[in-house]
């Protein structure tokens, strides 16, 4: 059991980011409206991740951290058949396996929680704590048991990059979350969680681009698609800050990404990038993990039909600018 463990930690923990990731969505999938993130070098010293969610209940606790008992679904291809963003039940598992985890939740409110500690796997405390409802998760000294995995890692500002670029996405797509990020005690990201998404663009892009941002909405038999793009004067070096999101997921989408380059065609200079930020609902049925489930990537079933719609409204609402 240990050594599945680390076997899929090596999968699911590549670097802090994915600690990270794992714990913001399951705070998500709890229903939390707040969600405070601290990490300290890039990290790999602490990841902490503070949820005012459903909470655990008292008797799940320990379940929660033991492999394959919990997933919320049964297969990857319901992963966009449900609202969760969990899957397969082997993030915590996987995490403590290569961490040391503390973990303090409450599933009410009451004031009493449980806290449990785990080192490189095994159990080392199990306590009453005093807990408001919510969950906080604390994950320090990353890969303290894997050495060689711990040399892959790259700069604290590196980690620190993608940890940052994961949360501001994560952030986006639910502007009904009140987010906190902080580094070293630093503040990052802070977002209001009312449900304005471009108040979300302003913190992590500055408020000067949020005010470049053109609204954008579009109805189809097979999708509706709304959020913001930016006007063609603002013109950014790469395609990073294109963020997709389908049916509440942060993705990565070429198709995407390819139609709303399209629709400035001509309209930027040549290896300029729009910034945006669309938010795409279809059918589950019309999406599909490919490969990975944490891989980010997807595959739509009738993607010639979803570049067009996403040209046409991209191309619409920078046409109507014109007039
Ligand atoms: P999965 O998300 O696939 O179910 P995880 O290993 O990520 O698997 O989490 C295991 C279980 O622990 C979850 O199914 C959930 O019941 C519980 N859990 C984890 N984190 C939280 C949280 N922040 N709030 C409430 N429950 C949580
Ligand atoms: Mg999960």
């Known amino acids: ?112 929680g449980r806290l449990i500690r785990m080192e490189g796997g095994k159990l080392t405390a199990d306590e009453h704590a005093g807990a408001s409802q919510g969950t906080d998760m604390s994950v320090s000294d990353l890969f303290f048991n894997t050495p060689a995995r711990l040399k892959y890692m790259k700069s604290i500002q590196t980690e620190l990059g993608h940890i940052s670029d994961y949360v501001y996405r994560i952030a986006l797509a639910h502007p009904g979350i009140a987010f906190s990020l902080t580094h070293n005690g630093g503040s990052l990201l802070r977002t209001r969680g009312d449900g304005d998404r471009l108040q979300v663009i302003a913190a992590v892009y500055g408020t000067n681009t949020a005010k470049a941002m053109i609204p954008v909405q579009g109805d189809h038999p097979d999708y509706d698609l709304q959020g913001f793009i930016s006007k063609p004067e603002l013109t950014r070096a790469n395609r990073n800050g294109i963020t997709t999101i389908v049916n509440g997921r942060y993705i990565r989408s070429y198709a995407v990404q390819q139609a709303l380059l399209q629709a400035y065609h001509t309209l930027l200079p040549i290896n300029r990038f729009p910034l945006a930020v669309l938010e795409i609902g279809m059918h589950p049925g019309l999406v599909d993990v490919n490969v990975h489930p944490s891989k980010l990537e997807v595959r739509f079933s009738k993607e010639a039909e979803l570049r067009e719609f996403v040209e046409h409204v991209a191309g619409e609402a920078l046409g109507k600018r014109r007039h």
Do not use: W
């Open 1 to 112: 059991e240990q050594l599945a463990n680390q076997i899929a930690a090596g999968e699911v923990v590549e670097r802090p980011a994915s600690v990270v990731k794992e714990l913001v969505e399951n705070a998500v999938d709890a229903g939390a409206t707040t969600i405070d993130i601290a990490v300290e070098e890039g990290g790999l010293q602490l990841i902490r991740v503070t949820d005012n969610g459903s909470g655990i209940q008292h008797e799940d606790m320990e379940i929660a951290f033991s492999r394959h008992a919990t997933s919320k679904i049964q297969s990857d291809r319901d992963l966009f058949r449900i609202a969760s963003l969990g899957f397969r039940g082997e993030a915590l598992p996987s995490i403590a396996a290569v961490a040391r985890v503390s973990c303090v939740s409450s599933a009410e409110d009451s004031g009493l």
